[in-house]
């Protein structure tokens, strides 16, 4: 019995240092592996510019737009986070490893570059060049716990800012203030693009699709088909006459028509009619 259990003891500690060493990184790996990314980057390295605040802007604008036309992250938001993340692009990751953003390794597939931050040797994602890593920036927020930020206004950079540091995305308590000065010491906002309602509703409804399957779920709240597989519709959270009825190319006079609704009052899990 003693030694069964002697036995049983020494196969637990065993399997516990193994699952240990997959966790951790030693400094010696660490090292090893950041020589190797840094010998493929030589080149690049050392024909790095330095940027100044202004030359980040004129660099990276383009890129940041694009990502605010695609999911609705307003490009002042993505360029003042870049510029602080980054220090203006001169910081060791956006140098070496094109991380932009301080994106760490979880979930990642790709290569890794080991440095100190909330932990000794934290792996933070590399990237093949800086615009990766703003198009990776977008995928990142494109979780559950971020996906309120993407029904606010793609012009609203004082709504991302402070949703940002609600959602967990950054412990500095001045996090919100922080970017919105970048925004405004740089009139970062001349970036940034109304959208009509049509187009908010369509990208909404895209990238919150994209989310729920990023998480596995089905699509809910405002993720719906543009074209409707049947003849109802079922009201869901945060659902207006005029958001549903221009979903489905309908006026709200046609959609109340269709229901014989004398007023525009709608509830949750109630059933429209959209087509006849």
Same mark, same amino acid.
């Given at each position: 019995m003693h030694k069964t259990l002697y036995i049983l003891l020494v196969t637990c500690i065993v399997f516990a240092s193994c699952s240990s060493r997959k966790k951790t990184i030693s400094d010696r790996q660490a090292r090893r592996n950041n020589k190797t990314i840094q010998k493929?980057?030589?080149?690049?390295i050392a024909n790095y510019q330095a940027y100044t605040a202004q030359s980040y802007i004129d660099r990276f604008k383009t890129v940041a737009v694009q990502e605010m036309n695609l999911y609705g992250i307003p490009a002042s938001i993505t360029l003042a986070q870049g510029m602080f993340e980054s220090g203006n692009g001169n910081s060791e990751l956006a140098k070496v490893a094109n991380n932009?953003?301080?994106? !760490?390794?979880?979930?990642?597939?790709?290569?890794? *570059? *080991?440095?100190?931050d909330d932990n000794a040797n934290?792996?933070?994602?590399?990237?093949?060049?800086?615009?990766?890593?703003?198009?990776?920036h977008s995928d990142f927020l494109k979780k559950k716990r971020y996906a309120a930020l993407f029904e606010l206004d793609k012009n609203d950079y004082e709504g991302w800012a402070y949703g940002l540091k609600a959602a967990g995305y950054a412990t500095n308590p001045q996090y919100p203030q922080l970017l919105i000065n970048v925004i405004k010491k740089y009139n970062l906002d001349r970036f940034d693009r109304p959208e009509t309602d049509l187009q908010k509703i369509k990208r909404e409804d895209r990238v919150l699709a994209e989310i729920n399957d990023n998480i596995g779920q089905p699509a809910k709240d405002a993720v719906v088909q543009e074209t409707p597989v049947d003849k109802y519709y079922i009201v869901r959270q945060g659902d207006t006459l005029y958001n549903i009825s221009k979903r489905?190319?309908?006026?709200?006079?046609?959609?109340?028509?269709?229901?014989?609704?004398?007023?525009?009052?709608? !509830?949750?899990?109630? !059933?429209?009619?959209?087509?006849?």
């Open positions: 493929a980057n030589k080149e690049a932009h953003f301080g994106i !760490k390794c979880n979930g990642w597939n790709g290569e890794g *570059y *080991y440095k100190d934290d792996c933070f994602r590399v990237y093949k060049n800086p615009e990766e890593s703003f198009r990776d489905f190319s309908l006026t709200v006079d046609e959609l109340k028509a269709l229901n014989n609704m004398a007023d525009n009052n709608i !509830k949750i899990g109630q !059933k429209l009619v959209i087509a006849q």
